[in-house]
């Protein structure tokens, strides 16, 4: 039995990502152009992605819900697979990235399958659970604004059924999680919330170090 975690060089990752299914050439095409944006590293990595896609499939996601879209890629991925009557709640604030978001999605001819609030995430959640949707959802992304991370994840218990499961991604910050040294907002705010959820009787919780660390919830 390993005890040593491996490390992951580049040599390993990208040998891993030879490992991993092909990706479809829209998503490579988003992925390859938003590399490019200043912004970049605001995107869910590629194997966090496949990871979410391979979990839609296994638990049968038809309703999806996504808080922070960026250019569109993880939600273009998720609806290449939903089944024909499946749909994505999309939220997020920036016209500038989510409109070449909507352009993959046309390209990806998947428009039709998701919904785009353009408002801050939290008016959007509430509004889904004032208007009767509390378990609606199989599945929600929270990849946005890590300060408000908790409430998002409070709201989204509510909106996911038991079973599904709730993925919230940029857990770590770029290792910046573990320094000491760095109190800005959004650190207290992950580093307390990462400790809150051991404890949470609701969920069952793993948090796995992909990309840029991603912590899974399974609502009880």
């Excluded at 050439?25 to 988003?30: D, G, K, V």
Aim: some cysteine.
């Amino acid at each position: 039995m390993s005890v040593d975690a491996l490390l992951l060089t580049p040599q390993i990752a990208k040998y891993l990502a030879q490992l991993q299914e092909n990706e479809n050439p829209i998503l490579r095409q988003i992925r390859e152009q938003t590399e490019q944006h200043r912004k970049g590293s605001m995107s869910a990595a590629r194997e966090t992605v496949a990871l979410l896609v391979w979990l839609a499939r296994l638990i049968g996601v038809c309703n999806y819900l996504e808080i922070g879209v960026f250019t569109g890629y993880s939600s273009t991925a998720i609806a290449l697979i939903l089944p024909e009557n499946g749909h994505i709640t999309a939220c997020d604030i920036n016209v500038t990235h989510t409109h070449k978001a909507q352009l993959a999605w046309q390209k990806a001819k998947v428009s039709d399958k998701i919904t785009l609030h353009l408002q801050p995430a939290i008016f959007t959640l509430q509004s889904l659970l004032e208007d009767g949707l509390a378990e609606h959802f199989d599945m929600a992304l929270i990849d946005a604004d890590k300060i408000a991370t908790a409430e998002y994840v409070e709201l989204c218990l509510q909106l996911i059924r038991k079973g599904g499961i709730i993925a919230i991604d940029n857990v770590l910050l770029q290792g910046r999680i573990v320094d000491d040294t760095n109190n800005s907002p959004s650190l207290l705010a992950m580093r307390k919330f990462n400790q809150q959820i051991i404890n949470d009787e609701r969920i069952y919780t793993i948090t796995l170090p992909m990309g840029d660390g991603v912590t899974l919830l399974i609502k009880k």
